[in-house]
């Protein structure tokens, strides 16, 4: 006979409480929240830190795109980091900022997501996710005082609403809907650069992914710290949609079919050596 009583489980773990799983966790293992882990007084840690992201809306959805390099000072630190994660059905983060940091952040609001989802019985709203994903950069606040920062780029398709949209954050947690078109991280003035030029209302999927990577390759054009697309070693940006289906993410083919589009294309303008 199965013994339902939960013997041996801690007394946290019986307790009814909120639907939040950053407060549970914050409450009974304080230790594993990644904002915990303080450096000591005066000390500084050079990491690595993840570049560029973009979001654009389209049609019928958005967009949410980010180069795969990730620097640590003048160092290349990794040429195929990915910095763009579903963080649940209908919605997916990109993540600028101290690499390490980030990708835990993001995956304890994976967790948060579908944890509310289970205690609930529902999707959370698109806004309720992105204040939960800012109460969380919020106690990131102490570490980002020391230099390790975590700046993501938040974008869901809202089922209420039937539109793609975009959230951005500062380092305090304050958290801001931004429309038609993002971009986050140290390139991200170049890519903004292009996007006012090259967005417009009503555009495809198709033309919104060329968009995307043009943004991402002007940026890396200005900014060491972005990685461009590399022919060489295949290496493609991290694309999403995300519509009324959900997130989906594109196959290395179809962005090997963009990238050399849009390297073509260049290859045709003037403004530089061919």
Same mark, same amino acid.
């Given at each position: /006979?199965?013994?339902?009583?939960? *013997?041996?489980? %801690? ?8 639907? =939040?799983?950053?407060?549970? $966790?914050?409450?009974?293992?304080? &230790?594993?929240? %990644?904002?915990? +882990? /303080?450096?000591?007084?005066g000390m500084t840690l050079d990491a690595p830190?993840? !570049?560029?992201?973009?979001?654009? #809306? ?9 180069? +795969? ?21 209908? =919605? *997916? ?11 835990? $952040?993001?995956? $304890? ?5 579908? &944890? ?26 102490? /570490? ?8 993501? @780029?938040? *974008? ?17 947690g304050g958290c801001y809907e931004e429309h038609?078109? &993002? ?5 991200? @003035?170049?890519?903004?650069? *292009? ?12 033309? #919104?992914?060329?968009? !995307? ?12 710290? #972005? ?6 070693? +295949? ?15 594109? =196959? ?16 045709? +303008? ?5």
């Open positions: /006979m199965t013994d339902h009583s939960g *013997a041996g489980l %801690p007394a946290a773990y019986l307790q009814s409480g909120s639907s =939040s799983f950053a407060e549970f $966790l914050t409450g009974f293992a304080p &230790h594993l929240v %990644p904002s915990a +882990r /303080m450096l000591p007084a830190h993840g !570049t560029t992201i973009v979001a654009v #809306t389209y049609a019928d959805g958005v967009v949410l795109a980010g180069d +795969r390099r990730a620097t640590m000072g003048n160092l290349i630190a990794n040429h195929e980091m990915t910095k763009v994660f579903a963080a649940d059905d209908y =919605s *997916a983060v990109g993540i600028a900022g101290t690499a390490g940091i980030a990708i835990e $952040l993001v995956r $304890l609001f994976q967790v948060e997501l579908e &944890h509310y989802e289970k205690i609930e019985g529902s999707l959370l709203s698109l806004e309720g996710k992105a204040n939960r994903l800012a109460s969380m950069i919020r106690g990131n606040l102490g /570490m980002a005082m020391q230099g390790l920062s975590v700046v993501p @780029l938040f *974008a869901g398709f809202d089922l209420r609403a039937n539109v793609g949209r975009i959230f951005s954050y500062d380092v305090t038609d078109y &993002h971009g986050v991280g140290s390139g991200s @003035l170049f890519a903004r650069g *292009a996007l006012k030029k090259l967005w417009r209302e009503g555009l495809s999927e198709d033309e #919104t992914v060329r968009v !995307t990577v043009e943004a991402l390759y002007d940026a890396a054009d200005d900014d060491s710290a #972005t990685g461009g697309p590399d022919l060489g070693r +295949r290496i493609w940006p991290t694309v999403a949609a995300l519509d009324r289906d959900g997130v989906r993410f594109l =196959s290395d083919e179809r962005l090997e079919g963009v990238v050399q589009h849009v390297v073509d294309d260049r290859r045709t +303008r003037g403004g530089g050596r061919r």
